[in-house]
């Protein structure tokens, strides 16, 4: 079977873009992806586009085709919440193993911060609740990720300082990285001191909403010009629930499932894996992830943090962008930029933020409330 490469990325910086719709975004991304994969539109022969809650376009995957001149043989759009983009790159994968394409384009972005107003975003986010059950009661989605952080912190007997660890780390990371939105210095102090906005769950263990854009280029060759070539490997989805009211199983969201199946699919054991991007819209997310797909033992990932494996000396580095909680967060474009910058390590790509070469890295990516979740496995090759 053929192999997938991810062959390029670009992305825009994350903040806020006054006056840039989604799809200006989009481009600009896709023109950085496409000039480092060295193909031109002409050959891209795939379009994959995520979702845009400020553009909710029927058909929004030709619609970027259309403003980005392309004339694909295959166009989807998809909605899988934080998922979304890693679901995309698994369906690229395919489609390029498969022989269906051999250059395809993965995008998305929005204007997030910018393009829509709060009681606007609380609405739509609000789609994530269970409509009869939850959301008639006004929750929120930081709201039902505070519950699980209560639930967690009760049953291993940790503290809320244990998950302000996790926020430092990623601001520690993002300071280095000069498109990320949240660069200045925190401690758990700091993180403990910011406002209350779901307890236990303060402003500074959430994700910012972000303006922001990225773009990959997925094909069938290996695409190393200028470094080291990556490629997809392995990749593995779960979906166990929906909404918070039927989750049957703490312990068991459906990430080590996930996981286990690409990792399977890789041919690779979780001791082969030496750099990690795992999605963290709040600080309870990544506590949650890292321990059920076995990085850590429950309960045991705030102190992981403390000894510095997760750092970027460390033997695990974690999110070395800055991760959602201080790089950004523009809905799908969020968990990309995870993707964009595991390929930057491992290809050799990451300039002055450059850790010591890595060979295997795990991609982790939930939707919803630790509902939809794509692991993909990203190797070095050369």
């Given at each position: ?256 499932a996930s996981a286990g199946r690409a990792l399977e699919e890789a041919g690779v054991a979780l001791s082969d894996i030496d750099l990690l991007a795992i999605y963290d819209s709040f600080t309870i997310t990544l506590a949650i992830l890292l321990e059920e797909i076995g990085i850590c033992a429950r309960g045991a990932s705030a102190q992981r943090v403390r000894d510095g494996a997760f750092g970027t000396d460390g033997e695990l580095p974690l999110n070395t962008h800055g991760g959602l909680l201080s790089f950004g967060h ?53």
């Open positions: 079977m053929i192999d997938a490469y991810i062959a390029g990325v670009g992305n825009t910086r994350f903040g806020r873009h006054e006056g840039r719709g989604p799809i200006d975004l989009m481009a600009e991304a896709a023109d950085q992806a496409l000039a480092q994969a060295g193909v031109s539109r002409q050959s891209i022969d795939g379009v994959l586009c995520g979702y845009a809650t400020t553009l909710p376009h029927l058909m929004l995957a030709s619609l970027v085709s259309e403003r980005l001149a392309l004339r694909p043989l295959y166009a989807h759009g998809m909605q899988m919440g934080g998922a979304t983009g890693a679901g995309m790159v698994m369906l690229a994968r395919e489609l390029v193993r498969a022989g269906r394409c051999r250059q395809v384009l993965v995008v998305a972005g929005e204007n997030r911060a910018t393009g829509q107003s709060r009681d606007g975003a609380i609405q739509t986010l609000a789609q994530v609740g269970d409509p009869d059950f939850e959301v008639p009661n006004g929750a929120s989605v930081p709201a039902y990720y505070a519950l699980l952080a209560s639930r967690y912190l009760h049953e291993h007997r940790i503290t809320e300082a244990d998950l302000a660890e996790f926020a430092v780390l990623m601001r520690r990371h993002a300071a280095s990285h000069p498109d990320a939105q949240l660069t200045a210095p925190i401690s758990v102090a700091d993180v403990l001191a910011s406002k209350p906005i779901a307890s236990p769950l303060k402003l500074l263990d959430c994700c910012p909403i972000s303006d922001g854009a990225v773009a990959l280029v997925i094909t069938a060759e290996p695409g190393d010009r200028d470094g080291h070539a990556v490629a997809l490997t392995g990749a593995g989805q779960a979906h166990h629930h929906q909404h918070v009211s039927a989750i049957a199983d703490t312990r068991d969201f459906g990430a080590a523009s809905g799908a474009a969020g968990g990309m930029a995870h993707i964009a910058e595991a390929y930057r390590q491992l290809a050799g790509r990451a300039g002055s933020r450059q850790i010591a070469p890595r060979r295997r890295a795990l991609l982790h990516a939930d939707g919803g409330v630790l509902s939809a979740h794509v692991s993909l496995i990203l190797e070095r090759r050369g």
